[in-house]
């Protein structure tokens, strides 16, 4: 079956850049959906913070928008997120996920989630 | 960006019984577009429905979804153990996808 990994160091100092890995198996990227990440904290709740699609289609929080990369490599059938300048706030479980059904609404893509990671905790403490 | 409220914050029934779970949008959801999730402790989000009220493969037709506009609602009509969790609500049918802050369900 289809299975998501997430995986990265589980502390980051303040002010340095997060970096996120999902392992994807049991499915190619490459073979459609849009994928996404998706973090956890418990002041805000759940995040939607970007997504990607195969093809290089990206889209994006505003909230997070100037601080974040998402990309893949379709070779080793993996998806990234990049989130610079972190601060505590940044501090959540961070999941990815595979997009169900995605629509194109107001220049932009939304779609809802079929299929979680187990998720990772990062903390960003100095 | 669409703000979804949800209420309940928390809500005390016994197994058997029937839960009523709210989600309010701060203005209308295009096409419903609506899911559901429930979230056990300690695992990941899992989705219950989409479009407001379509079931999700393998989900117990005790789950239903319904609703339109900024009111919908998710009814369980006999909790079993494994339902006592989170809910959250999500739309996306105006970016950015956001979703509810949760409606924890717990045993009375």
């Known amino acids: 079956q289809v299975q998501l990994q997430e995986s990265g160091p589980g502390l980051v100092k303040p002010s340095e850049t997060l970096s996120l890995t999902c392992g994807v198996s049991g499915y190619s990227i490459s073979s459609g959906y849009h994928w996404g990440w998706i973090r956890q904290t418990p002041g805000k709740g759940l995040e939607w913070i970007t997504s990607?699609?195969?093809?290089?289609?990206?889209y994006y929080n505003p909230s997070l928008k100037s601080r974040v990369t998402i990309s893949v490599d379709t070779s080793r059938n993996q998806l990234f997120l990049s989130l610079s300048s972190v601060t505590a706030a940044d501090t959540a479980v961070y999941y990815c996920?595979?997009?169900?059904?995605?629509?194109?609404?107001?220049?932009?893509?939304?779609?809802?989630?079929?299929?979680w990671g187990q998720g990772v905790l990062v903390t960003v403490s100095s | 960006e669409i703000v979804l409220t949800q209420s309940p914050g928390t809500l005390s029934l016994s197994p058997g019984e029937r839960a009523t779970l709210s989600c309010r949008a701060s203005q209308s959801v295009t096409n419903n577009y609506l899911a559901w999730y429930r979230q056990k402790p300690g695992q990941a989000p899992s989705l219950l429905i989409s479009d407001a009220s379509s079931r999700a493969t393998g989900i117990p037709d005790r789950f239903s979804g319904s609703g339109s506009g900024t009111d919908f609602t998710l009814t369980i009509s006999r909790l079993e153990p494994e339902d006592f969790a989170v809910y959250y609500c999500?739309?996306?049918?105006?970016?950015?996808?956001?979703f509810g802050q949760g409606t924890k369900l717990e045993i009375k």
């Open positions: 996920a595979r997009a169900g059904n995605t629509f194109y609404v107001s220049g932009s893509y939304t779609n809802w989630f079929g299929l």
């Open positions: 990607i699609y195969h093809s290089g289609t990206t």
């Open positions: 999500q739309q996306y049918g105006s970016p950015p996808n956001t």
